[in-house]
């Protein structure tokens, strides 16, 4: 069976306790797993059944330069990117709050009249949870970036100072990763978090991607990968894609539906495996909690 890959990108030097690198392979490693594997197949072939395929999500300098890194090894590879956020040329909020958590040098901190300790690594995590989950919920990414700058300023966090890698790429950087023969496709118009779309507004926020990428670089996306990858398409809603894939470790492996794929994380930093390893540990993780798909939705 194929297994589609994914990952968020690339950077050197990898410290698994600074909230920047999360979800973050780190560079070198990731080169050697590269430079030994059989060559990664177009995501196409390897949802026809034909071999394992690399996609790599979202629209940073950390993502391009996984892309340029699987390129360099002949690999075929996807990157799926958020138009409005090339438009922008903001920081992902989600990568901005892990900027301001790193720059943090409170010991407590306050949240809606509520006092959260700021420690250790557990009541960091736990505060970052905390926050994330906020930042689902607000309705748009302009929202979301005011927010976090406003938390900056509660918490006399300073200036954010983004790392070059977790920067949104350019439209010529766009034009760059494709004319190295990276496959661009669409992961909505925003990060937005699917789940708490209605499914007008999904259908929406994916036409708008689509169209983007049919205009201003002549390339009819058939993909979707859905971000924060554990949200099913919602029912009768018209979507403007083939295929809707996520990453959920909750379900099985590869094809759930005529439409909808599930991909596995593949991350290389420090104290993880190379890729056959954590192929294993994925799909026993999903024998052992495996449900049904439908009630991913619920």
């Known amino acids: 069976m ?43 072939e390897a949802l026809a059944g034909g071999g394992d395929a690399l996609t790599i999500d979202d629209a940073t300098i950390a993502s ?17 990117v958020n138009p409005g956020q090339i438009e922008s040329g903001e920081t992902y ?4 709050l892990s900027v301001l958590l790193d720059q943090l040098t409170l010991r407590t901190v306050n949240l809606d009249g509520e006092t959260f300790p700021f420690t250790n690594g557990k009541q960091k995590n736990a505060l970052r949870e905390r ?29 954010l100072r983004v790392p070059d890698y977790l920067k949104t790429i350019t439209f010529d950087d766009l034009k760059s990763l494709i004319n190295s023969g990276v496959d661009i496709q669409n992961h909505g118009w925003l990060h937005d978090c699917h789940r708490r779309l209605s499914a007008p507004e999904s259908a929406s926020a994916i036409s708008a991607g689509r169209e983007w990428l049919r205009v201003n670089v002549n390339i009819d996306s058939r993909y979707f990968a859905v971000p924060f990858g554990d949200v ?54 999903a024998r052992i909690t495996r449900k049904r798909f439908p009630l991913l939705g619920a």
């Open 131 to 159: 926050l994330k989950v906020r930042l689902r919920d607000m309705p748009g990414e302009t929202d979301r970036i005011a927010w976090v700058r406003e938390l900056a300023t509660m918490w006399s966090a300073g200036s």
């Open 64 to 80: 391009a330069d996984a892309a340029l890194l699987a390129r360099k090894y002949g690999h075929a590879v996807t990157l799926f």
């Open 2 to 44: 194929s297994t589609v890959y994914t990952l968020h990108g690339v950077a050197p030097g990898v410290q698994l306790s600074k909230f920047v690198y999360r979800n973050i392979s780190d560079a070198a490693i990731l080169d050697r797993v590269l430079a030994t594997r059989p060559k990664f197949v177009s995501l196409g």
């Open 232 to 285: 099913m398409p919602p029912a009768n809603a018209g979507l403007d894609c083939d295929w809707w894939l996520t990453v959920d470790d909750r379900v099985p492996l590869g094809k759930l539906d005529d439409d909808v794929w599930n991909r596995v994380t593949l991350e290389a930093p420090p104290k993880l495996g190379p890729v056959d390893q954590l192929k294993k540990r994925a799909q026993r993780f």
């Open 93 to 96: 909020s989600f990568l901005l």
